[in-house]
């Protein structure tokens, strides 16, 4: 079968860094995506990794390793709200999208 | 506002009743989606649809129907709800080119009792 596995909770100091990890197990890849999530709120897309390596996007940076089926995101300079879930989806073979059930991130001041 | 509006935003029924949740784009997607979200799962795909006139199954597709009579509706309708069907409801959209990432509605959150 398909899945993705992240954790389930993680917690972090305002201003400190985090890296949220994503492995996956799925028929064929074609892109990995992450999201942020505030709750009661709808997902935002934030960053898209297809080739192995680093993308960095302001506080933000995804990695992927395509052959060891894992990702990260990397959060920078954590603020306040940046208190979401961060959700790791993979795109599979048939271009569906496999979902990973969210990492919840709580920060503290 | 380009994006993507869902309604109603909150709904409870009783179990046996027809429920139709609805779903407007206007940023001309082609693919559409329905997905619903469950605490401690994953977001799990009921349909979608690549462009008007066609629609597919996705994981959890029983007990719900959709049409796309155009490129900016896709309404979800539960014939007959069963207290399972309690979830939030998120209907998506994205492009077929590029990365196709999804652009959210704001979710229908639906209470069957």
């Known amino acids: 079968g398909q899945n993705i596995d992240q954790p389930t909770e993680m917690t972090a100091t305002e201003g400190a860094i985090v890296q949220i990890n994503c492995t996956y197990q799925?028929?064929?890849?074609?892109?990995l995506f992450w999201y942020q999530q505030h709750a009661g709120e709808a997902p935002t897309f934030l960053s898209y990794?297809?080739l192995d390596g680093l993308e960095e996007k302001g506080r933000f940076s995804s990695f992927l390793s395509r052959s060891k089926g894992y990702s990260y995101l990397l959060l920078k300079e954590l603020q306040m709200k940046d208190s979401a879930s961060y959700l790791c989806a993979v795109r599979d073979s048939n271009y569906q999208l496999i979902w990973g059930a969210g990492t919840k991130l709580i920060i503290k001041p | 506002i380009a994006g993507i509006t869902q309604a109603p935003t909150s709904q409870i029924l009783a179990a046996g009743r027809r429920m139709t949740l609805r779903c407007t784009q206007d940023?001309?997607?082609?693919?559409m989606y329905w997905y619903r979200q469950d605490l401690g799962l994953g977001l799990r795909l009921i349909h979608y649809?690549?462009?008007?006139?066609?629609?597919g199954k996705g994981e959890v597709p029983d007990g719900y129907s959709v049409s796309r009579a155009n490129t900016d509706d896709f309404p979800l309708t539960l014939a007959s709800a069963v207290p399972s069907q309690t979830s939030v409801y998120f209907c998506?959209?994205?492009?077929?080119?590029?990365?196709?990432?999804?652009?959210f509605g704001e979710g229908s959150r639906l209470t069957v009792l």
């Open positions: 990794n297809v």
């Open positions: 799925t028929s064929g890849f074609n892109g």
């Open positions: 649809s690549n462009t008007a006139g066609t629609t």
């Open positions: 998506a959209s994205s492009t077929q080119g590029g990365t196709g990432e999804l652009f």
């Open positions: 940023m001309r997607h082609n693919a």
